[in-house]
């Protein structure tokens, strides 16, 4: 198993390229289950998660394969499958989005039912509410969601909770329902949206993505399309942090500044100077150290859960003490655990983090437990004192392409070794 070795104490400096969009190319990747034909995918980042939704592509009669650098060629054609097993679904909860696709494709989808993950319990209960909803027969076996969807029609849906991968889901079954859905309480993510537009170059009607309320009038056929994917703003997040934490100064390209407002707003606040420029965002935080924020997560367009691990470790050696409550999933603050070995001040207190900035952190041995908190220990290990090793990063290749690259460009020392201790 891979470990990364990081030399803390160098200011990164230069320009990163972001990568395209994890979680807007796995819905649009589900998104040509609708309708059976050649699709290329532009600006999908290399990932581990790409290469589980490929094969999981490959079990269901799909064709998936690079044509060209960023590239994916998805050829639906030959799908007639529509069971998604359990020894892909468990490695990646995502798989869940074919959920939506084949039944409004196939108007039959036998999906394993996901368990819970390190952050938080995530059940599916709405996309099954939203499924039944729209006529289909949803039934429980043998630990998979079986649906029949013969009599899909659209319906009015109100989500008691903002779900991404249920409102995504519901508009990708709703395209090829009969009559209206409204979707009400609609996610309004940027990945949401994308696959939004993604359906609408494929002939869907739908109106309102990006508000609360989602219109979809259902057609009767779709057509492949061509199509990119948005910039991945988690990236571009954890970059803007990394400049941050070591007191850099980076030009970060190909990146929408628009998608990570809240994050912006609140790295201003911590003294952070930022000008957005079309595409690129300048950071620099060249002579200060950051001030304390107060932070809590929300769906977008509020500050996203997906980024409150990284923004804790630039606080643990910001001035001042801060807040952070995590309101998404219940369980996300696992990385305050490994950020406390490395020194910082953090008591954990239901859903929210007191963080006592500390002048330094120190190089240790941590364990990353999920993507998100892999990142916060990587930003950690920038800044600390001597050496740090990040065992388990297999979760990290799941969603940051050539992270390592991309920050050594940037001037960190960090190493991708093969760990052969017993701590992997
Ligand atoms: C998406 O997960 C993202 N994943 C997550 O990214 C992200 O953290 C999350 O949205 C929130 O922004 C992808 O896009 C592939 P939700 P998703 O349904 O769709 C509860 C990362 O690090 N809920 O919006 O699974 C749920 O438990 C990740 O890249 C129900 O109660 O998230 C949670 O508390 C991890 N019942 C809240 O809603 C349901 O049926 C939001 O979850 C569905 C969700």
New binding site residues.
């Given amino acids: 198993m891979d470990k990364f070795v990081i030399e803390g104490g160098e200011r990164l400096i230069g320009n990163v390229k972001i990568s395209g969009s ?2 807007a190319a ?2 649009l990747l589900a998104a040509t289950l609708l309708q059976k034909g050649v699709y290329e995918i532009e600006n999908v980042p290399k990932l581990k998660d790409i290469n589980t939704m490929s094969k999981l592509f490959a079990v269901l009669g799909a064709k998936v394969q690079w044509i060209k650098e960023g590239v994916l060629q998805v050829d639906t054609t030959g799908v007639e499958n529509y069971v998604a097993p359990y020894e892909l679904v468990k490695q990646m ?2 798989s869940v ?1 074919v959920l939506g696709s084949l039944t409004g494709g196939l108007k039959r989808a036998v999906v394993s039912y996901p368990g819970g993950c390190a ?9 099954i509410q939203g499924l039944q909803a729209l006529g289909c027969d949803v039934t429980i076996k043998e630990g998979y969601v079986d649906v029949n969807a013969k009599k899909l029609r659209g319906a009015r849906i109100r989500f008691d ?6 409102t995504e889901n519901i508009m990708m079954a709703a395209v090829l329902a009969k009559g209206e859905t409204i979707i009400e309480n609609a ?1 309004r ?1 940027p ?1 949401v949206v994308d696959l939004a537009r993604m359906l609408k170059k494929m002939g869907a009607k739908i109106e309102g993505e990006g508000t609360e309320i989602i219109k979809i009038k259902g057609v009767d056929e779709l057509t492949p399309c061509k199509y990119t994917v948005i910039p991945d703003r ?1 990236e571009t997040g954890t970059f803007l942090i990394a400049c941050g934490i070591t007191r850099g100064n980076i030009v970060i390209e190909g990146c929408n500044p628009g998608h990570i407002k809240a994050l912006l707003d609140k790295l201003k606040e911590a003294g952070m100077d930022i000008t957005e420029d079309g595409d690129k965002i300048k950071a620099s935080m060249t002579k200060k150290r950051a001030s304390a924020v107060d932070i809590k997560t929300a ?1 977008y367009p509020g500050f ?3 980024m409150q691990a990284q923004i804790m470790a630039l606080m643990t050696v910001s001035r001042g003490v801060s807040a952070i409550t995590e309101i ?3 369980n996300r603050m696992m990385h305050a655990a490994e950020l406390r070995r490395m020194g910082a001040d953090i008591k954990v207190i239901g859903n929210t983090a007191i963080v006592r900035g500390v002048k330094m952190l120190s190089g240790a041995k941590v364990m990353a437990t ?3 908190a892999s990142a916060s220990l990587i930003l950690a290990g920038l800044t600390a004192y001597g050496k740090t090793e990040i065992l388990r990063i297999y979760h990290l290749d799941r ?1 940051y392409e050539a992270i390592e690259e991309k920050l050594k460009k940037l001037g960190a020392k960090i190493e991708r070794v093969k760990d052969e201790g017993l701590g992997a």
């Fill in positions: 994890k979680n796995l819905p909860r995502a989005l952050i938080g319990e995530r059940p599916i209960n709405l996309h909770t903002t779900t991404v991968g249920g996610a993510e990945e988690i769906p996203p859960t997906d998404i999933f219940e999920d993507l998100r969603g």
